[in-house]
């Protein structure tokens, strides 16, 4: 596609509920990026692939969260059993390559109640 | 570690004119680089413009441009020529050899609001 995807746009969970976010990057990247973004703040880091391989994953703020990137195109962040301190905006961004600048998508807002 | 700080939680300009958003960055890594992101309330970051640590001249993008002051570890955006669809929140952001050179590292952004 012509742009980094990301769905659900929405998702909505009880908490303890496990969640699956989808992420698909502009075909050809070769690295994916996964961060968090609270209410009125900035992204924050959580983990980083380049093709299949988990690279960083120092940002995750538990053992609840997974990424996993299994085919080195795309990539699923998984919670499980939500809290609401997960409710934020999950952005996925993608480049060419090291050093290059990151393209990223629309975001998946997770609320969790 | 690296840090972003940016100390306008909200700026406002007037149509045509220009506006500067802060930054200020601390890091000691040798090598750098400093972006700015544009988020409209659709909720995409959009990719503004780029200034590397050893770049002997100020970036420039179109409308955009970084006042890049290294010895005061400063790296503005400057908006020339405001537009209302420049109304958005902008996010300066670091990018250091730490960590392998590929996080980010964000600020907490600025409200931007341009009026008529």
């Known amino acids: 596609g012509a742009g980094v995807s990301q769905s659900p746009r929405y998702k909505v969970a009880k908490r303890g509920q496990d969640v699956a976010l989808r992420c698909d990057p502009i075909s050809g990247h070769v690295s994916l990026f996964w961060y968090q973004q609270a209410l009125g703040q900035g992204p924050e880091f959580l983990t980083y692939?380049?093709?299949?391989?988990?690279?960083?994953k120092s940002g995750l703020p538990s053992d609840r969260f997974f990424a996993e990137r299994p085919e080195g195109s795309v990539s699923t962040l998984k919670i499980q059993r939500t809290q609401q301190e997960d409710s934020a905006v999950y952005l996925c961004a993608s480049t060419r390559g090291q050093g290059e600048k990151l393209f990223f998508g629309s975001g998946t807002q997770l609320s969790v109640l | 570690a690296q840090k972003i700080t940016q100390t306008q939680p909200g700026m406002f300009v007037q149509e045509k004119e220009a506006v500067t958003l802060d930054c200020t960055y601390d890091?000691?890594?040798?090598?750098?680089?400093l972006f700015w992101y544009k988020q409209p309330s659709s909720g995409e970051m959009i990719f503004l413009i780029y200034q590397g640590s050893y770049d002997q001249q100020n970036a420039t993008e179109g409308r955009y441009s970084l006042n890049f002051q290294k010895a005061r570890k400063s790296a503005n955006l400057v908006i020339s020529a405001s537009q209302l669809g420049d109304s958005a929140m902008y996010f300066c952001a670091m990018r250091g050899i730490t960590g392998g050179g590929n996080k980010l590292t964000f600020g907490t952004g600025t409200q931007l609001k341009v009026e008529l």
């Open positions: 692939f380049q093709n299949e391989a988990q690279l960083d």
């Open positions: 890091t000691s890594d040798p090598s750098y680089g």
